[in-house]
T-cell receptor, first 111, second 109 residues
């Protein structure tokens, strides 16, 4: 079975540009999570959805970040405008109210 | 104070050694506890859940101490392939997990 699928795997962009990260959760999972990982701050929860509804977005750093889940099989995390401090690995994870399954991550570098 | 704290290490141990990590947490409302393993430049993967009564899976033993608010992971007979970063994850009333920064383990020949 396919796991959590994220795209792009790597993105290099310039400060000020819009970045869109995509995630396809495991079919049947009703929870979807966006995490960000850096050396300094570790793995931080940004936002999570249950049945496509955002439940807790208190981890979203600021208004430059937004996330949507238009249907059960797709979610996006958008950063506009991007800044160098947004450079990190962004993980999407899904679950069925239990173990979290992570995607391979999107490594973002903002120059 | 961060909600979930781990000693970053690195823990350098020889093959065959026993090594233990702790993870302390500040939120007494935490309801679920997990250990995840993360290899370099890979995603975290569940190693084991941590139950109130403690649990064992082969060479790995996890324990929960609610009174002192920590969980532990014991690895016996370390293998080279155990080298990784070990993250503890704690869940509250929802199903999102808060993770520690991880403990790095390097098992040497």
């Amino acid at each position: 079975d396919a796991g959590v699928i994220q795209s792009p795997r790597h993105e290099v962009t310039e400060m000020g540009q819009e970045v869109t990260l995509r995630c396809k959760p495991i079919s049947g999972h009703d929870y979807l999570f966006w995490y960000r990982q850096t050396m300094m701050r570790g793995l931080e929860l940004l936002i999570y959805f249950n049945n496509n509804v955002p439940i807790d977005d208190s981890g979203m750093p600021e208004d430059r970040f937004s996330a949507k889940m238009p249907n059960a099989s797709f979610s996006t995390l958008k950063i506009q405008p991007s800044e160098p401090r947004d450079s990190a690995v962004y993980f999407c994870a899904s679950s069925l109210a239990g173990e979290l399954f992570f995607g391979e991550g999107s490594r973002l570098t903002v120059l | 104070r961060k909600e979930v704290e781990q000693d970053p290490g690195p823990f350098n141990v020889p093959e065959g050694a026993t090594v233990a990590f702790n993870c302390t947490y500040s939120n007494s409302a935490s309801q679920s506890f997990f250990w995840y393993r993360q290899d370099c430049r890979k995603e975290p993967k569940l190693l084991m859940s941590v139950y109130s009564s403690g649990n064992e899976d082969g060479r790995f033993t996890a324990q929960l101490n609610r009174a002192s608010q920590y969980i532990s992971l014991l690895i016996r007979d370390s293998k080279l392939s155990d080298s990784a970063t070990y993250l503890c994850g704690l869940g509250g009333p929802g199903y999102a997990l808060n993770f520690g920064k991880g403990t790095s383990l390097l098992v040497t020949p």
